[in-house]
């Protein structure tokens, strides 16, 4: 499952996954999901935390800031927040878990959007630190994987502060939840699909619709919300990427054509 942002944000809307054994899994919406079902991004974030929670290098964190596409229902994030937190716990050695002293240091919150977040680091990498008479202003414009994203604000120094020297405050942020490269990728792979669809349809094939063309009609023949259909979508992104890219081979290029595997 590699569009886990995605999935997030529409709150309701199902998945079916398969594991590398061929097990096939049915996971209801983000928002849908009851206290034993599986949650993807609760395991997404268990793997993070076994990446950088290791007792043998004396690495342990216990507060981490979750940043967010500024497109985000606040439903959604106090979800993910919940997601993150039980997962990051499973990550950290029971010695840990049982010390109630160093526990109530362990805390998963809100940071700032995402734009912004990339405004802190561009301003910590570059060494760019604001003077007591001199604010700094700073917008991003960030056209991601799923999302755009743009936010402008101020970058001070933080006045009788003794944890921080500096602040940043958000003026204004917006964006598009389906402007996004990926979002893109899947409006070129279903028109792909579409124009080719008589002899897709006749042998069985068919294709997840993309967010974007979600509440139109008159694509029920050939779209459907299943595992399969979810792959066709995705393998038709992969070769429209690499043709994007320019990364097919040359007797392809020449010929104008791509090959993709489905599934029916």
């Not at 950088?52 to 981490?64: A, C, H, P, Q």
């Not at 124009?195 to 997840?208: A, D, F, M, P, T």
């Amino acid at each position: 499952m590699i569009d886990l942002k995605q999935w997030a944000s529409e709150k309701s809307v199902k998945k079916e996954i398969i594991d590398n054994k061929g097990k096939l899994y049915r996971i209801n919406g983000y928002l849908d999901l009851k206290k034993n079902d599986f949650d993807p991004i609760e395991a997404y974030a268990y793997h993070i935390g076994c990446r950088i929670n290791d007792m043998s290098l004396n690495s342990i964190f216990l507060e981490y800031y979750l940043s967010f596409p500024v497109t985000y229902e606040l439903s959604v994030k106090t979800k993910i927040l919940e997601s993150f937190k039980k997962g990051i716990m499973k990550s950290l050695p029971n010695s840990i878990l049982k010390d109630e002293k160093i526990m109530k240091k362990f805390r998963v919150v809100f940071g700032a959007s995402e734009p912004a977040s990339y405004a802190i680091t561009a301003f910590k990498k570059f060494c760019v630190e604001p003077s007591e008479n001199n604010e700094i202003g700073y917008s991003v414009f960030d056209f991601g994987g799923g999302t755009t994203d743009f936010s402008y604000g101020i970058y001070r120094e933080k006045e009788n502060s003794r944890k921080y020297d500096y602040e940043i405050q958000e003026l204004e942020s917006g964006g598009d939840k389906y402007l996004g490269g990926e979002n893109l990728l899947s409006l070129v792979a279903f028109d792909l699909f579409v124009q080719n669809k008589e002899k897709l349809v006749k042998n069985g094939y068919k294709i997840e619709l993309p967010k974007k063309r979600g509440n139109e009609t008159g694509f029920e023949a050939f779209t459907d919300d299943t595992y399969e259909a979810e792959y066709n979508m995705k393998s038709l992104m992969e070769s429209m990427r690499n043709y994007w890219e320019g990364n097919l081979e040359k007797e392809d290029i020449d010929k104008g054509r791509i090959s993709v595997n489905l599934n029916s």
